[in-house]
């Protein structure tokens, strides 16, 4: 298999950082006015939704209230040294920021940590939170029952394919296909007419990290049963579930992909940066037929993103991700989503709240909405027709918000989630067959939940 990197290399890049933070500013607690807010940067120079956003609600922050200074400490990482670069930060006073920007996905790992505050406090006095919809919710609620976290929006995932290519490989323009096969079969025929594009991209292996697991690996599995329970965690018995059918076929789909070289090169598969280059060369230069991918694609096609793209909606169509067979409901598709979060040792935290309700005023929570391409977790904004028409595609994938699902984000998840890129990353290189795969997750998923599950 492709090395990927060593955890002390990544643990050494995070002490960098906080002894860069503590050198600058000696933590969060230097300055009660002062506000430092931590989010992740985008690693593409030509990305800047966030900067740009978050650059904005600084300036009507600090406009309303007076002699307070927000300080933003961006961290320029992929997801999976974002990460570990910020729970380093939050161990320590000294380095802790006062607010963070956190995946839905790690909140769990993170308050059994003891890293992150509870805001249910907060929360009761702010009647805006009224607006936000339950599944968000619960998305930023601890095992313990509070929150932790408010939420920013969500996604949705879906095919995304090329007009023009399915038109020269003599595919239908408007496509929908109905079980795993029709997918397969579009891709083998796009490689068949079209043998100088990729046919099919699927997010695979430890490199990419949870696109892996949710982009792809998840969006197959939740659609392998009737959608009706959990195939990774039984909620009853609070197991996890351990590699049956479902987990072995889905398996057997991305080993197809790579096998039958339907996807990219197996190296450019692996490559951590392989996302961009299908947001930025792949699709928009008409090299790929179809892509597994999120809803928030477009933010790279924006003006002044470096990646102009406004012909997109033009050419690129959208269709639901199938269940397995065509069985009930017919498509399936993961929503997750990024949250604001206070840490338990930020020094300001009830500045930091009242940024956050600065962010989420409906005005703001719509702005940010359509500029990062997210779906809306606010009722008022959802149920605006200009939330609504403000970019191609929003309509479709917020409907899709009536079939998808939710991963189990439990503290055990992060590490479930690895041993679910490692069973991927095996079928895809070839090193392991599926069985040999899901025999390896198994025993990765006993050590990583204390033997805590239930044998399929």
């Known amino acids: 298999m492709r090395p990927t990197a060593a955890l002390p290399h990544v643990i050494a890049l995070a002490l960098a950082a906080a002894a860069t933070l503590t050198a600058c500013g000696g933590g969060s607690g230097s300055d009660p006015d002062t506000l430092r807010v931590s989010f992740k940067q985008s690693t593409d120079n030509n990305i800047k939704v966030m900067d740009t956003y978050i650059a904005g609600i600084k300036e009507q922050f600090e406009k309303e209230n007076p002699g307070k200074k927000v300080e933003l400490v961006p ?14 930060m939050l161990r320590s006073p000294k380095t802790a920021p006062d607010l963070v920007y956190e995946d839905t996905f790690l909140i769990n790992s993170d308050i059994t940590s003891g890293y992150l505050k509870p805001l249910d406090a907060y929360l009761k006095k702010w009647k805006d939170w009224d607006q936000f919809i339950g599944t968000a919710k619960a998305a930023t609620r601890g095992e313990d029952g509070r929150i932790y976290g408010v939420p920013d929006g969500t996604d949705t995932r879906g095919l995304w394919y090329s007009k023009d290519i399915f038109a020269r490989a003599g595919l239908p323009g408007t496509w929908q296909p109905k079980t795993w096969e029709d997918v397969l079969d579009a891709a083998r025929t796009i490689k068949k007419k079209v043998p100088d ?14 696109a892996a697991t949710m982009q792809t690996f998840e969006m197959l599995l939740y659609g392998t049963g009737d959608g009706t329970s959990d195939p990774l965690y039984d909620k009853n018995s609070k197991k996890w579930i351990t590699a049956g059918k479902g987990f072995e076929d889905s398996l057997a789909f991305v080993e197809t992909v790579y096998k039958e070289k339907l ?3 197996v190296s450019d598969a692996l490559d951590p940066n392989v996302g961009t280059r299908v947001r930025g060369e792949w699709l928009p230069q008409g090299k790929l037929g179809i892509a597994l991918d999120g809803s928030w694609l477009p933010q790279d096609w924006l003006e002044g993103s470096g990646h102009e793209w406004p012909e997109w909606s033009e050419e690129l169509g959208l269709a639901a991700m199938p269940t397995q067979n065509g069985q009930a409901p017919g498509k399936v598709s993961m929503s997750g989503g990024w949250a604001w979060s206070i840490p338990a040792k930020a020094a300001n935290p009830d500045l930091a709240f009242e940024f956050i309700k600065t962010m989420q005023t409906r005005a703001n929570a719509q702005k940010w909405y359509i500029a990062n391409s997210g779906i809306a977790v606010r009722k008022d904004v959802a149920g605006d027709p200009e939330y609504v028409r403000a970019q191609p595609g929003i309509k479709f994938f917020t409907d899709l918000v009536s079939s998808t699902h939710y991963r189990p984000a439990y503290p055990a998840y992060p590490k479930v989630s690895t041993a679910i890129q490692e069973a991927m990353e095996g079928v895809t290189t070839g090193d392991l067959s599926v069985r040999e795969a899901a025999r390896g997750y198994d025993e990765a998923l006993k050590d990583a939940t204390g033997n805590q599950v239930i044998e399929k």
Not at 77 to 82: F, I, K, L, R
Not at 197 to 210: C, D, R
């Open 75 to 88: 961290i320029k990482a992929p997801d999976a040294e974002y990460y570990t670069k910020l729970q380093q």
């Open 197 to 210: 594009v990729i046919p099919l991209n699927v997010y695979t292996g430890k490199p990419v990290g949870e």
């Open 263 to 265: 996807g990219p090169e």
